[in-house]
């Protein structure tokens, strides 16, 4: 029952706002509604734990430990987000861009507020089912519904660049996703032979998983491929990156951050599914030599643009490339260490990444650009919780070692390692010192320095407890993390590694 | 009926359908004027319609008529309806000139497919004789040469619409494989896709109307500000 209340809750949710005039109930049916998903996933995570799935109507809905730390996550970050925006928006709309943005697309009121409210609810929704999907053509299904849904936030402002992201981001998506399509009809096609039922189950994963040794090989080596190509497309793994700056840069701020951690997350969920089936069907040896290069190439992609960036929601961007790569990376080398390593990152990712994001926000709220040229830094004066954050999350975001991703970066490594992957190791290594460098230079040349004399910004309570609360969680999870969330880790490295 | 079905023959008149739809695929990417372009995706979708009901009805397979159903109403004929009343609102009824120029288009089209074939061989297991077999052998080589095609056609040109129209066509490719290699996916994922590709279209027609709009034009090299 649990796993049809998870689905309701951001259905009802979505529509819900649309009906509504005010403002203010807007954001409460949004707090509400998040903050009872986010309750509703701690208690499926209760319930992964106590008996290892959970199913309903026959299978269609599915949730393993796996599938509960996606939800988890996913409804940790639409809290987090909705209670950013809450001051994020009021701030927009007292500096008068919304009222801009309605113009330019010609409408009026609150409607632009409204199409938020209505949207992310419907986006969360996709991710969750996600999740939840047991069925690998709905997982599909609901990918793409995470694209249709945030294609608005991009276009959120209408202005000329957001067009054009939007455009990027749908079309560079469809084709990603028809890829992944191909790929999931080609596993499909690969398990036929071997299951021979053409009823609703032949595509449910724990049949799948079960029967996978006995799929035919050439099929399921070419629908890997493709699947590869296509959820990558939409982790934004290079070559298939392109859309990411734009579209992350253009989107406002709780949606981008939603973008950069909800959305990759149920990316690399869907890869991590088929990666499950093709170990056991090809051996892990396939796909971890395809994911090894990918991932490699996307840390390295990332690394010169982060170098020269002159724009810091773009850098932001190119952190999520970066750190996608790593992901993927982990993934590759395999072993328990290296699932145990990816798991451990996508987690910290989702915990710090909007703490970065709602930083950046401020910022670009007081000082009304992006660019760092035009910032003259010595943010630290003017916004002194916001600069220490952000310095803080800089830190954290680039694997420095108080703080969490440093864990699971050492993880990866050790994983590589005890693959043997010596040269890669380097690598690795040598192109997150890079970033490292080259972020702490940028958003230290923004946060301290001289007084540039600018008036210190306001912020409201939401805005400063968000931040505030979120660098509290960060840190401490630097040094603990709670025993059922390890546990929940751990249960789901089982999963992928042995299944 | 006393009409007993004979799968060789549903396996001819299959067969004679892909070519068909492979013909209009080609024919698409010679096409200059956006509205036939709309037109000859839409008899093709019909045709895709056509085929998974010859499917069902030689294989008993009574859920795939529903898939067929569905295909032959919302793509061959809601979606065109809407594309059409879009090229109507903006008004713009010409392709401008694609970035390689048409028979060069048709030349790399026909490789392509032959590309496809190749790629379909290596599926191909003879041992196997059963009508299924002999069936995929032919239509996934069409339904990889469609999703080819439409990815060239995609790259090739430069009007958003004649974009989306691509996608759509590439996506007929990946209705054709499904159905022929393994009679479709279960109908429940059908639908879920279906909803997709309306939804998609709906949200690029929105996005083509407001990119239309604000640079008062279609052509996406355009969209060139956010470099960097």
Redesign the interface.
């Known amino acids: 029952m649990i796993l049809l209340w998870l689905l309701i809750v951001p259905l009802i949710a979505g529509p819900l706002a649309f009906f509504l005039r005010r403002r203010l109930m807007m954001e409460v049916v949004n707090l509400a509604a998040f903050a009872i998903l986010l309750g509703l996933a701690a208690a499926l995570v209760a319930q992964v734990l106590r008996s290892d799935s959970v199913s309903l109507w026959n299978g269609f809905f599915y949730a393993d430990a796996l599938s509960a730390l996606v939800v988890l996550l996913s409804a940790f970050v639409a809290l987090v987000c909705s209670i950013y925006a809450v001051g994020y928006f009021r701030h927009e709309e007292r500096s008068g861009v919304l009222q801009e943005a309605e113009e ?2 010609g409408r009026f009121g609150v409607h632009k507020l409204r199409e938020y409210y209505t949207l992310t609810p419907l986006f969360v929704f996709s991710m969750i089912l996600v999740a939840l999907a047991n ?1 690998l ?2 997982l ?2 609901a990918i ?2 995470t694209t ?1 849904a945030s ?2 936030l991009v ?1 959120f402002y ?1 202005r ?2 957001s ?6 981001y ?2 560079i998506g ?2 990603g996703l ?1 890829m992944a ?2 790929g ?3 596993t ?2 690969s398990a ?1 032979g071997a299951l021979g039922t ?3 189950a ?2 449910n994963w724990s049949v799948l998983a079960g029967n996978a040794a006995h799929f035919d090989k ?2 399921m080596r070419l629908a890997f491929i493709l699947i590869l190509l296509g959820y990558g497309t939409k982790a934004g793994i290079a070559p298939m990156h392109t859309w990411k ?2 579209a992350y ?1 253009e989107a406002p701020i709780p949606g981008a951050a939603m973008l950069a951690t909800g959305v990759l997350n149920c990316a690399l969920y869907g890869l991590v599914r088929f990666y499950i089936l093709s170990s056991k069907c090809l051996g892990p040896q396939f796909s971890s030599h395809l994911l090894i290069i990918f991932g490699l190439l996307s840390i390295g992609v990332a690394v010169p ?1 982060i170098l020269v960036q002159k724009n810091f929601r ?1 850098l932001l961007a190119y952190s999520s490339i970066d750190h996608s790569g790593i992901m993927v990376l982990a993934l590759g080398f395999g072993g328990p260490l290296g699932i145990l390593g990816m798991l451990l990152h996508m987690t910290f990712h989702s915990v710090t990444k909007p703490l970065l994001f709602f930083c950046a926000g401020n910022v670009q709220q007081h000082l009304k650009t992006d660019l760092f040229q035009k910032a003259k830094g010595g943010l630290i004066h003017s916004m002194p919780l916001t600069g220490a954050a952000f310095l803080m999350v800089t830190l954290a975001v680039t694997g420095s070692p108080p703080f969490s991703f440093f864990q699971s970066e050492f993880t990866i490594l050790r994983a590589a390692f005890s693959g043997g992957y010596f040269v890669l190791a380097f690598f690795f290594v040598s192109f997150l010192v890079l970033i490292f460098s080259g972020f702490l230079v940028h958003i230290a040349n923004l946060v301290l320095g001289e007084d540039p004399g600018l008036p210190r910004a306001e912020m409201c309570g939401w805005k400063k407890y968000s931040v505030v609360g979120l660098a509290v969680v960060i840190v401490v999870m630097g040094f603990w993390i709670p025993a059922p969330l390890f546990g929940l880790i751990q249960s789901a490295v089982g999963i992928v590694v042995g299944g | 009926m006393p009409f007993v079905p004979n799968p060789e023959l549903g396996n001819r008149i299959i067969t004679l359908m892909a070519a068909l739809v492979l013909v209009l695929q080609i024919a698409a990417v010679g096409q200059r004027w956006i509205v036939s372009s709309i037109r000859i995706f839409a008899v093709q979708s019909f045709l895709l319609g056509a085929i998974a009901a010859v499917i069902a009805y030689f294989n008993h ?1 009574s859920h795939i008529y529903i898939a067929a159903l569905l295909t032959v109403f919302l793509k061959a004929g809601l979606l065109p309806r809407l594309l059409e009343r879009l090229v109507e609102k903006i008004g713009i009824r010409r392709e401008i000139e694609p970035l390689i120029n048409v028979p060069l288009s048709i030349l790399i089209a026909g490789g392509l497919t032959l590309l496809g074939y190749v790629v379909a061989e ?2 191909y297991r003879p041992e196997e004789t059963s009508a299924r077999a002999a069936l995929g052998h032919n239509t996934l080589a069409v339904a990889i040469a469609l ?1 080819l095609i439409g ?1 060239f056609a ?1 790259v090739n040109r430069r009007k ?1 619409l004649t ?1 989306v129209l691509g ?1 759509l066509s ?2 007929n490719g ?1 209705f054709l ?2 159905i022929s ?3 479709g ?5 059908e639908l ?2 279906l ?2 590709v309306l ?2 279209v709906m ?2 027609g929105i ?1 083509v109307f ?2 239309r709009e ?2 008062d034009s279609m052509d ?1 090299s355009k ?4 470099r ?1």
């Open positions: 330019v697309g069925n053509g709905i599909w299904v793409e519904g249709l294609v608005f276009m209408g000329e660049t067009l054009e992201a939007a455009w990027k749908a079309i469809g084709v028809s399509l191909f999931t009809i080609l499909y096609y036929y053409d009823t609703l032949g595509l050439p099929t700056p734009d840069s643009f773009r | 397979a290596s599926f999703f990815f995609m958003a974009q996608l590439l996506e990946l494989a499904a290699l393994t009679y996916v279960p109908l429940v994922v879920g896709i909803f997709d939804v998609a949200v690029l996005l407001r990119i604000t640079f996406v969209l060139r500000k956010l960097e």
